[in-house]
């Protein structure tokens, strides 16, 4: 945890899509100090009809390579978060070849007892985790 959901345009190939999930795991595990396995990523693949995302009024340049990265997480601080941003955005650009224009990134925030990674159980909250 955190749980990472891509949103990106068709036409990428498995090696481009593996490359963006490995990098922006490690630059989870290097802004928020999780462990290495701690790894949950989904990927939803659109079609331009099916994914809009303008720029907000702030004159970014969208590209086909345009990721929407929805990070489902326990409260992480404002600085975590930030070095989170710079973290992925400079990776993404040394790694993957995409812009830090074509990144957007949103938390979704929730607390402990709303994880159960198996079992049946909260371990957040029994202390298994």
Not at 56 to 63: A, D
Not at 115 to 122: H, N, T
Request: contains cysteine; charged residues 25%.
């Amino acid at each position: 945890m955190p749980l990472l959901k891509f949103h990106i345009y068709e036409g990428r190939s498995d090696e481009e899509i593996a490359t963006l999930l490995d990098t922006s795991h490690a630059a989870m595990v290097r802004s928020f100090g999780v462990p290495n396995r701690d790894r949950y990523q989904l990927v939803t693949q659109h079609t331009a009809r099916t994914m809009i995302a303008q720029d907000t009024g702030l004159g970014l340049e969208r590209s086909p390579r345009f990721v929407l990265l929805e990070v489902v997480s326990r409260p992480r601080s404002r600085e975590e978060k930030i070095r989170f941003y710079e973290t992925l955005c400079l990776e993404l650009s040394d790694r993957c070849g995409i812009t830090a224009e074509d990144v957007m990134i949103s938390f979704v925030q929730n607390s402990d007892d709303d994880w159960s990674f198996g079992m049946g159980r909260a371990q957040f909250v029994t202390g298994e985790l």
